[in-house]
């Protein structure tokens, strides 16, 4: 039987890379590692305003209203994420403050947590993997704000992955990757993608 498989969904890819490669440190095999849809920060880059009207103007002569449509519908899936986004983030926010006022005594200690780990995070330099890993990854196009933005065609994961990156493309976008009918070409993908590891 092959070894262990990993999977990460999204922000949780660091986590599970580090997990792959003290597997490894154990001696386990890691037979397929995968990240999913996920870009290192830092590794997209917004184009200019006169790139960003050049590529809008290009796309409407190549698709006409259809592109309109496509627009549309992913500005109100992007909107609708991001006001769940900051509807959980300020319900959240003032559940702390509310359960921090009611314990003065634990405010201090609280703002030294959030500190510390916005130190962290500004202060992490991501290790190696020396392992084979499968970026499965949406196309640029089908990202909802890709318009006008660059992005690493390795999501960042080229200059981390020290053995070999397999690129393989997915359909849907980085919000619809998880939805009918994508699910199942995703399933299909990484079964796939399993069994030839395991063999």
């Known amino acids: 039987m092959g070894g262990n498989s990993l999977l990460a969904v999204r922000l949780f890819a660091e986590i599970e890379r580090k997990f792959a490669k003290q597997l490894r440190s154990q001696g386990q095999e890691v037979a397929f590692l995968a990240l999913l849809d996920t870009c290192r920060p830092g590794y997209r880059q917004r184009l200019s305003f006169l790139q960003r009207i050049s590529l809008h103007i290009n796309h409407i002569v190549q698709r006409g209203p259809k592109y309109f449509y496509k627009k549309a519908r992913g500005w109100s899936k992007q909107a609708k994420y991001q006001i769940e986004k900051v509807y959980k983030s300020y319900f959240q ?98 079964k796939i993608c399993i069994e030839k590891a395991q063999n």
């Open 93 to 190: 926010n003032f559940s702390q403050i509310i359960k921090t006022i009611s314990k003065p005594s634990k405010t201090n200690k609280y703002l030294d947590i959030s500190n510390t780990n916005t130190q962290a995070l500004n202060n992490y330099v991501f290790q190696p993997y020396s392992g084979k890993a499968t970026l499965l990854r949406t196309r640029d196009e089908n990202r909802t704000e890709s318009i006008g933005v660059k992005y690493d065609l390795q999501f960042g994961w080229g200059e981390i992955i020290t053995g070999e990156l397999d690129i393989k493309y997915i359909p849907g976008s980085h919000l619809s990757l998880l939805d009918e009918p994508n699910v199942k070409l995703l399933a299909k993908q990484i």
